[in-house]
């Protein structure tokens, strides 16, 4: 029926989950932060869990969550476009109305994509939280960075949203600390300025764009 | 003297003609609502209210974002996470206009609403034409922006204890919680009044056609990008207003009071309340503030950090209201209500039958050359085609022949590679409203009726067309023009809807069948007052009845000098209204004349008619 007002249906029950879930482990939790314990021992490996490579300290367990996430991305986007299932979700997500029509149960498709989504962010977040002491609001901002990435690549294919992912956090990593003949912009932009180009990406779309209206 | 009593005489003609409308239009909920606006400015002077009044207020100022936000939500469909950021950017221009630059309450004030407002319309020009998931999505995004941008450069926000304003004074009075409790209740009951007046009228049925059908409100003539812009835009000034009078009421600008929560919030308070009523928001914030001070009482029992269970509480909050069909509040007791009392049937004057009249200034419309390629099919091939005024031209052709194509190009719904359109010899190569400006003006192939108004209100967006008085601020204001403008749209609607045999204006759209769902796109277009009419399968789904009613309403409306133009594929039909027939295969013209001409063209036959017989 009308597209807006399911949108802001849609806007607002992942939302309401979203804050719903986050006060009960709110509650739950209730330490400022958490320090998890590292599963994988990568301290062990190079000088405490750190190796020089061309000069720059890195740790190992980055390498980890990169080959992680990039296998993620490959598996997520094989299941996209190589299995039944994921074809019928590209199909809803262009369609759903005639996903309907065509007789693909839209409704439990979509909670296997909404249980997929969180199987992943979960994956992301184990694999991330030994980095750095968590917090309950860890991950409204390690979401919002997942967001930014699949809104630079339009939602667009898991492998080409794991590249925009790794060019948002190098781009962050850099605005913290690179330092160019004494100019440097320092760390109080390195959450903003991502998201500002995401927002100016946005916006230049939505201007060249022909106004919906138009389009057949 | 003679002037001037002149002048004196129609103001006090004007003036008893306002009050013998408002005086119509007074109900019962007309005086509940006076009371209760009276009832809420007296409050503080009668009741021992004093130490709660900086609470009072603040929830006042946090309603009226809340009732812009629903500008943008409810009336428009545009999903908006970004009004905790508005609120802020209003309550930070005015901190440090206050603060920095040293201003006095008034022109800070002034500035900090139209900063807002700046940034109001950058968002909406940057988001107009995404769609709703994506708008969404880059509100939020701005909420958060706006929030690490303070928490970032504290040297702007003032770090952890935030900007502290100087004393409010205004001409030398200090600003006391209850004057700020008075002006909120005042800006409040404003802004509900105004959603509450626009909304049935003309700028708002733009918007809710717009919200439900976007192309169909665009092809009826409406402002739809204009619209939409200026009701975010509108959402976000009052959002300001709220944040510039907030931190003077609380003294203080701190960062953590603004951003993705507080949008969250807001968010909640207007979907929880019902988007689509005046006082939905209030009603919904009412209902949160319940929830946190339940929250809490919980929390400070079991040590929590404040906040952290309010979240939560809300979140289920509105899980429950969403599981429960999404309404809001409001909506589903009015709906409760309603069912307990008989409906009051309101009279309503029948208009005389043949309201439509004549076409003033007949102009045939004549198309060359007009091609159109997605990609490697041509869909148009330098197709020529002339509707002459009185009468009716019929387009027909196998499926995919471009018939829908062509009927697009023509009322501006896409742009064609080549090819001219003209009408009383000006070209036509603008967007839908300026050729429905024009005269020209055509239906969709599909129903695309506006599901959530009447059917005398979807009438009212084509008729909203060509006023001049009816825009919101007149609108708002009940000026004499911009009701007289409203009768005259009235008239011609239910005059559209009569002639085209639909004779219940106030059933909603969505009740109708899907025949009559084509009769009252019909009448909407004929709202506009159109001189060429291009109908996309008017037949469809007609039974046998309903088909003689269409055939013969055709034929009035040709009559009338309009010029006709039907796709159709019933050749049965086609052969009892048509004087011309355009036969398309493959996007060119193969054959034209009348039918009888067309059905023994030997290329015709060989494309498609063979199939089926013709006279």
Not at chain 1, 28 to 39: G, K, L, M, Q
Not at chain 2, 154 to 160: F, Q, T, V
Not at chain 2, 326 to 341: D, K, M, N
Not at chain 2, 515 to 542: C, I, K, W, Y
């Amino acid at each position: 029926m009308s597209s807006s007002g399911s949108t802001v249906g849609w806007v607002a029950s992942t939302l309401a989950i979203a804050f719903a879930l986050r006060g009960m482990i709110g509650a739950v939790f209730t330490r400022p932060a958490y320090v998890f314990p590292d599963p994988f021992h990568f301290d062990n490996v190079g000088r405490n869990g750190v190796v020089t490579i061309a000069g720059a300290s890195v740790q190992v367990r980055s390498f980890f969550v990169i080959g992680l996430a990039a296998a993620l991305a490959a598996l997520a986007g094989w299941t996209l476009e190589r299995t039944r299932r994921g074809r019928a979700l590209q199909a809803i997500s262009s369609d759903p109305e005639a996903a309907r029509f065509v007789g693909l149960p839209v409704e439990t498709l979509v909670a296997l994509a909404f249980g997929l989504v969180g199987g992943l962010a979960a994956l992301a977040a184990v694999a991330a939280a030994p980095s750095a002491p968590f917090t309950v609001d860890s991950g409204a901002l390690l979401g919002l960075k997942g967001l930014v990435a699949a809104l630079i690549v339009r939602f667009g294919s898991p492998w080409a949203a794991f590249a925009a992912g790794l060019g948002v956090g190098l781009a962050e990593a850099a605005i913290d600390n690179l330092r160019i003949g004494g100019f440097g912009l320092g760390p109080q932009y390195g959450e903003l300025i991502p998201l500002g180009i995401a927002v100016g990406v946005i916006a230049y779309r939505s201007l060249r764009a022909e106004p919906v209206a138009r389009t057949a | 003297m003679s002037a001037a009593a002149g002048v004196f005489d129609e103001t006090r003609a004007e003036l008893s003609a306002a009050v013998r409308d408002a005086r119509a239009a007074w109900g019962w909920t007309t005086t509940l609502w006076l009371l209760a606006f009276a009832a809420a400015l007296v409050a503080p002077a009668v009741l021992p209210l004093t130490s709660r009044m900086p609470d009072l207020a603040e929830f006042v100022y946090l309603a009226l974002a809340a009732t812009g936000l629903a500008y943008a939500v409810g009336l428009a469909g545009i999903p908006s996470l970004g009004q905790g950021a508005f609120l802020g950017i209003g309550a930070f221009s005015e901190a440090l206009l206050r603060t920095r630059a040293g201003w006095p309450l008034l022109p800070s004030f002034v500035a900090a609403v139209a900063i807002t407002a700046g940034v109001g319309v950058l968002t909406g020009l940057a988001t107009g034409r995404l769609r709703s998931a994506f708008v969404a999505v880059s509100t939020w995004i701005l909420s958060w922006i706006f929030l690490l941008l303070l928490t970032s450069f504290p040297g702007i926000s003032g770090g952890a204890q935030g900007l502290v304003l100087p004393p409010a004074t205004v001409l030398g009075h200090a600003l006391t919680p209850t004057d700020h409790y008075v002006v909120g209740i005042t800006l409040l009951a404003v802004a509900v009044l105004a959603l509450a007046v626009i909304a049935p009228r003309s700028p708002g049925l733009g918007l809710a056609a717009a919200r439900d059908q976007r192309q169909a409100a665009s092809g009826l003539g409406v402002p739809v990008a204009r619209a939409r812009l200026g009701v975010f835009t509108a959402s976000a000034v009052i959002a300001g207003v709220a944040g510039a009078l907030t931190v003077e009421l609380v003294q203080v600008a701190d960062a953590s009071s603004y951003g993705p929560s507080v949008s969250f919030k807001l968010f909640v308070a207007v979907i929880l309340g019902g988007a689509r009523l005046p006082l939905g928001p209030v009603v919904g914030l009412l209902v949160i503030s319940a929830f946190s001070n339940a929250a809490a009482q919980i929390g400070g029992l079991r040590g929590l950090p404040p906040g952290r269970l309010e979240e939560m509480l809300t979140g289920y909050g509105m899980l429950l209201i969403l599981g429960l069909g999404g309404a809001g509040l409001l909506p589903a007791a009015r709906g409760w209500w309603r069912s307990r009392t008989p409906p009051r049937h309101v009279p309503r004057p029948t208009p005389p039958a043949r309201e439509v009249p004549h076409v003033e200034a007949p102009e045939p419309l004549r198309a060359r050359g007009l091609t159109k390629s997605f990609g490697s099919l041509v869909a148009l091939d330098h197709v020529d085609l002339e509707l002459v005024p009185g009468r009716v031209h019929a387009l027909i052709g196998p499926n995919g022949s471009g018939k829908t194509t062509a009927l697009k190009a023509l009322v501006g719904d896409l742009v064609p590679d080549a090819g001219t359109v003209r009408v009383d010899g000006t070209e036509l190569n603008g967007p839908p409203r300026a050729r429905v400006l024009q005269g020209v003006v055509g239906t969709q192939q599909a129903t695309a009726v506006f599901p959530e108004l009447t059917a005398l209100q979807n009438a009212l967006v084509g008729a909203g067309l060509r006023l001049e008085h009816e825009g919101p601020f007149r609108t708002f204001l009940r000026t004499p023009k911009a009701r007289a403008d409203e009768r005259l749209a009235e008239r011609k609607a239910l005059g559209a809807l009569q002639l085209v045999g639909l004779h219940d204006p106030d059933r909603p759209a969505s009740e109708l069948t899907a025949h009559e769902q084509r009769l009252l796109m019909l009448a909407s277009a004929l709202a506009t007052g159109p001189r060429v009419l291009l109908l996309d399968e008017p037949a469809a789904g007609g039974s046998a009845a309903e088909l003689d009613r269409l055939a013969e309403l055709l034929h009035e409306l040709r009559g009338r000098g309009l010029a006709l133009l039907v796709i159709e594929h019933n050749l049965r039909f086609v052969r009892r209204v048509a004087d011309e027939v355009t036969v398309l295969e493959a996007g060119r013209r193969i054959a034209s004349g009348t039918l009888a001409q067309v059905a023994s063209d030997d290329a015709v036959q060989m494309a498609y008619l063979g199939r089926q017989k013709l006279a």
